[in-house]
Nanobody, 116 residues
Framework: QVHLVESGGDLVQPGGSLRLSCVAS????????MRWYRQAPGKERELVAR????????RYADSVKGRFTVSRDNAKNTIDLQMNSLKFEDTAVYYC?????????WGQGTQVTVAS
């Protein structure tokens, strides 16, 4: 059975940092592209960062470039999102997503709230 479990969400002040983690199980992690999405209240889910099967293959949304860093550890079946210089507009539920064959899998999400 496939599981993606996110953790690390919290309440943080603007300018602060958080590190989100996602642990995967039930599929061959190294064969999947991995992504972080987020969804703020009243808004559509948006792609924040992606990392390909090769760890250095990364891309970011313009809104987080230079502040967020995505990484993966294929030995541990984990993907992380280091978030620095957090802004109010980063407040959202963050979701881990795996894309490959035979399909796409989602975690349950972790809440990040940026507030003073």
């Amino acid at each position: 059975q496939v599981h993606l479990v996110e953790s690390g969400g919290d309440l943080v002040q603007p300018g602060g940092s958080l590190r989100l983690s996602c642990v995967a199980s039930g599929f061959t992690f190294s064969r999947y592209d991995m992504r972080w999405y987020r969804q703020a209240p009243g808004k559509e889910r948006e792609l924040v960062a992606r990392i390909g099967r090769v760890p250095g293959d990364t891309r970011y949304a313009d809104s987080v470039k230079g502040r967020f860093t995505v990484s993966r550890d294929n030995a541990k079946n984990t993907i992380d999102l280091q978030m620095n210089s957090l802004k109010f507009e980063d407040t959202a539920v963050y979701y881990c997503n795996a894309i490959g064959v035979p399909g796409s899998y989602w975690g349950q999400g972790t809440q990040v709230t940026v507030a003073s």
